[in-house]
């Protein structure tokens, strides 16, 4: 199969570590640091025995899909599924956040969208013809500060609410965890990609500075920043192989805002360079 040669389209979501000075390593005369994100974040929420028993439930299934591409895509039991599709890209639609530290929120909004059917290509996220939930909206259900960015945990129950992201299925949640190692990274984005149709949201350091992997939508001077992006799609099976397809919304702010692809590696490890943790 042929490669899809995605263009860098505007797309962005980031918020950075309080200690940059507001002039940014030679940033462009409109662009402005990035504000506040945590500098670990690794604080999980606290769940119901429902919410613990779906949370396990898509974990088991996403056993059952790493299963089933080592297998070669044959169902190995009754309880696993078939292999997923070498290649599965969402129809997101990026939005810009509106203010440095609303990467999360951006980011957040993009999923809602999905899951409700808005597809408007319309960037702004304050407009609600175009937008299920406005970014403010869902920046005050996650707590959102300058100081301090959107936590994972409070952009997780952001996500979770009644009036957020419609689940595909009635036992399904979103969860703030651990992206394991490269493969169980790769996985968890195959699994609520291609079974579930719903994005992941990553936590990242997109253009740390010091360290060989960035993002294709950083192309600017390395700078410490904590940063949101939705993780849209995958292109093969083999995870030291693979492509990544993501929205980012920081146009303005060091980095892009549009759709763009990264391997797998580089998007584990930028992920990495964070906290190693993702909402899935």
């Known amino acids: 199969m042929k490669h899809p040669k995605v263009v860098p ?56 899909v790493a299963a089933s591409i080592e297998g070669g895509g044959a169902a190995q039991s009754e309880s696993r599924i078939s292999g997923p599709p070498p290649m599965k890209i969402l129809s997101t639609n990026f939005r810009q956040q509106k203010t440095s530290y609303w990467c999360g929120p951006a980011s957040a909004q993009v999923a809602i969208n999905l899951s409700r059917g808005y597809f408007f290509a319309k960037k702004g996220g304050e407009d609600p013809d175009t937008n299920y939930r406005l970014q403010s909206e869902i920046a005050e259900w996650a707590n959102t500060t300058a100081s301090a960015g959107t936590s994972g945990a409070n952009l997780e129950n952001a996500l979770n609410r009644p009036k957020a992201v419609l689940r595909p299925t009635a036992d399904w949640i979103y969860v703030f965890a651990g992206t394991g190692d490269l493969d169980a990274f790769h996985n968890k984005v195959v699994t609520d990609v291609a079974v579930y149709g719903m994005p992941l949201i990553s936590l990242v350091r997109p253009n740390e500075p010091g360290k060989e992997f960035h993002l294709a939508s950083w192309q600017g001077p390395a700078i410490h920043a904590g940063h949101w992006i939705v993780l849209r799609g995958y292109f093969g099976l083999n995870a030291s192989g693979a492509t990544i397809y993501y929205n980012d919304s920081s146009e303005g702010y060091q980095g892009g805002t549009g759709a763009y692809g990264d391997s797998a590696l580089t998007m584990w490890k930028v992920s990495h360079y964070h906290s190693d943790m993702i909402i899935w």
Request: hydrophobic residues 50%.
């Open 9 to 64: 389209a505007v797309l962005f979501g980031l918020s950075i570590a309080m200690a940059l000075p507001t002039a940014v390593l030679g940033a462009k005369p409109e662009e402005v640091a990035p504000a506040g994100q945590l500098e670990v974040d690794r604080t999980t929420t606290i769940k119901t025995p429902e919410q613990q028993a779906w949370a396990k439930a898509k974990a088991d299934l996403a056993a059952d």
